[in-house]
């Protein structure tokens, strides 16, 4: 397996014009590609719809290009948005292809799995069930992406649905209880339950001491490289597996971290040499430019302190503290690796512990 | 002259419990208290009062403890806030003291001149009338300094009237023209002007350059060390000068530098090292300790490009730039100094050239 | 018992010139003054400093002219603010003075017990123990009201504390659980227990219906007359119990209704009549100028629909539904009464049934 | 000519479910539709993508069911979407359709000529050039309208581009000066020049007083029934002229009128019998069911004040004046109609005097 690795420009959440190029030049071959990981410049909440709205519009580029429906295109290529390009961070599409591979590599390689779960129904959204379909999703991810040893997975993507105010009327007409009847409040569940999932089917926790109650509530309980999100353009959940495979002949190789909070700027050091880079002091021009994508978690502490001071997050009611968080943390590593194309996506509920952030870096060799 | 400085976390716009503990245990005395410079947690524009509840805040504690009333206080002490603590930046005010300070000190110390102009009518806000009196009043503070040399001028915090819907009803009344009828929008005029009064008073600019034409359009004209912000709480404009004097005894030298974009992270660290740390590679603790203050300004840069990426700061309608920016920067100083209690204020309308920011730094000797 | 109402306006939060001007020409007597209610342009959020910053300088104004401190007037007189003008709402306070009233009226007119419960402490917002604080104080406002009957009540203001991150933080080291962790979530329950009270002691719910597990899940439980709201300025709850007694003198009298959703101008109407306006048809600006003060709450439906019509109050991640609904019912009764200074404010939590609200209209006889 | 008008709900942006069921139901032929009118649940502002998506979701549609190009049913169909549903405005739009209809009516019936312009280039946003490309396209629609007077003319809505980022670095390398450098700045330029265009071919105002300072600027040239907008998907301006023509067999007739300000009930009324319901007093469910369509605008008065009393949309941050107009006109019309699905947009710049607002009405005969 070679997994192919460009980060993709975007001008608003419908510009696909930068992969068409790509595949007029043939430099990508469509048939290939396999997942868009991407920021767009939304609110990142609810009634955010950039994300689909950028979908949408890669789903008909790619459709044209290899001669089938849109919808076709959505079961062969998953899509993954996070919204919201607070601060610095700048909206982008980082595509994924794969392809056979031929030539042995000299060790470990990017590899990469992608499975789906069945449909979330609305009222399993943030409970055990979802957990159950997102680690029989991982499993089935593992295998398919050669790779045998949770120690070599650096980062599982998950996305899945949040409640709409469609969804929760579609489950109070069939009388269904949920976890919340806030659509903005449900993400902490649906980010928890997902997350779980990973954490479950990694052995980072045990099945032992998960239950509907532990969900967005028992914080010690995590996975150190899932990064989940929820949007309302979901009813399934879609999960992407990144690790590292003596199988694979990428020319990435993928590492990750732990930020302790959002200006842990060692934590973000400490990622790229994971991933590969060797540097002390500052990253020089040529290794920054080895970075082919850096997928990063922020969240507001849970007292809202940062080392020690007090931060406003939590508080405000005009700006959500997700979008406080990812202006911090997106900033940040763009102060660090000159490229504010980032993917920080907010919301860290069973991702790394209390506080922390899960980070990852893919490298090229 | 002997300058005292000292930071105080704020749990609200109107604690002043630090201030209050620091002067019953003696370690501030308030009457030697000359400036007060500090964030507050409201939105950082026109309908921002959190500023005015902490100045009333302290001026009410002052007045208490020094047997003289509030506007007493007013008119002995300068108030500047800065609104809007996006991403980390946590809400504090730095205090500062003057006294007579007998002691002879090694080399050139931290100096403070502080002048105020007379009212500014609506009708002068972001015009030349308004440049000319802040000229005049960076000319006093440089005298009450002791600084001759416009070189060892570091820093100058202007802080002055905007447009609010009162004023402007004021100048209808007596038929006035105002730069703009929008009070958000009055304040690139009204921060352009003050910066360029800076400007001309050290020589930064020539006044055959400067005319009601080229204030908030000819940034080309700019002052490095001006540092201005807009308010509706405020008349009259109120300069705080800050330099090095060799006949000043403080414990503390200040720096300056300018920052090439939000994510100048090298930028910091030179501005530390010109205002007298030394460290290669990352700041240690011990000197990080020894900063007692740090004043930027955070912009979007003209294009809305960050290292040839394009951000959404300057289309966003839910988040004004100046948020946005504020976040960026203040995140990545504290990634470096560890303290998220910075002032960072927004807008840098001829304070350094165009995309680039002013910075300043405190530092214990 | 004579109660005299008056509505000033305020230029900015801390605009008091209108009731000096008022004291100075000896309309109002300062030592009469009981109560003040209005609303201040802040964002109505847990992080609104208006609300805080109005009381401050009502309290110093008061201060001053009664010749004692601002704590004094603290706990002589009622503050009750809310925050948030959306729409055409109009920053103002209404006044409330209560004096001997020597001579006898043809009928019950208005009148206002005001009592204050004891500290509520942050483990106790939005449960049981909020809910019978607040329902003994109404029941001692019944009797300073000199109001025996239940049915004469019209309006019952209640303002507690909702959760702060200081309070949470307290609770945390007390090692105490919260109804939620979350500062802006903590309203519903800090609104509902409050309500659940006036409910209580005015016989609308019985106690055996009552638990923690209720507030704010079981919305068949409400009081028709409540009105409540929760800010972080406070820590105890204050309620102030308006109706119609034989035993008053006052010049006004008071009326209430129930809005079926928050564009109900049959409703206001109804209400304006309840409280002894005459009309049919459109309002006439001379029974529209007896209108002393109108107080109304706004929300959401519970499905987010208004005459069967899909809003999206509910799904928008940068405005919150409160803002939305005050705007909303705000410009509907200003449309109706020509005077956009009402008191509008948002969260309804068991005060009416699910999706109605409650609205009062005091009217001078 | 007949034309048929069909309002639809819509439950996101790219919703066309309804329209999907009128025309498999065939209550709606799809070669017929001329123009969509709408409103999506976005900001309102610069990077409200809401707007773009539902047209593009629509032209699928349309394009699928006519076997043709999403592009080709662009230059065939104009849609026209206002973005931002403040307080109870719903997500929706009026599809009109156009066909031969040959029947003859017994008076003037709904009349729709549509014409749009050459591309405007970011340099011509806002000035003369604009104005004139806009005038000949009104031209044209009369013409297409078969309207001869316009006192015929009820209501022209104009929806043209604004400078967007791309548009101004566009401009800027072709070294053209612009009207403004910030996008959500420029709303007022551009939708005051197409107002003007309209001014200028309906004979409102003439040539003589026109110039490019006279643009948001000159208030007291004004069309009474031109309704604007601009929004970033745009490259030229399309313009949908409405109005009664006795060569019209429609169901439909329209009426026009201009509100004093957003809580003007008696303006609404007044429109409604413009456009032939008859009511005293409230209006019938029965007369209520016959309003086909709304179409107002909304804003701030010019010194922020409505009634006398202050409002705080002038001066707010956080949430911009078009939204607050918004939502307390939204609601004041639905308080009279029963219906929050009515088209209300923002910005009156020379559409009606200073502080009044146009609105007509399309009622079913």
Known sequence: MKIGVCKLAMASPNDVSELERLIDSREIDPAEIVAVIGKTEGNGGANDFTR???????????????????AEIGKRIAFVW????EGVLSPHATVFTRSAGADAADGPRLALGIEGTR?????????????HEVAAAVRRCLVQAGITDPKDVHYVQVKGPLLTPASIADADQRGKTLVTRDPNGSKPFARGATALGVALALGEVSEADLSNDAIARRFDLFSSVASTSAGGELKNCEVLLFGNSS????DFRIGH?????????????????????????????????????IFAKADASPNGKIRGRRTTMLSDADINYERHARAALGAVIASITSDPAIFVSGGTEHQCGPGAMPIAAIVRV
């Open 257 to 293: 971290g732990v930020l302790k909070d959002t200006i842990d700027a060692d934590g973000i050091c400490a990622t790229l040499r994971n991933a590969g880079l060797s540097f002390s002091g500052n990253l020089s021009n040529e290794e920054a430019r080895r970075i082919a994508a």
């Open 82 to 85: 996070s919204g919201g390009t």
């Open 52 to 70: 689909g709205f950028a979908t949408l519009s890669y789903q008909l580029l790619l459709a044209s290009r290899l001669g089938t429906s849109p």
């Open 247 to 250: 199988t694979a002949t990428s």
């Open 119 to 131: 449909e979330i129904r609305p009222e399993e959204v943030g409970t055990m069930a979802q957990v």
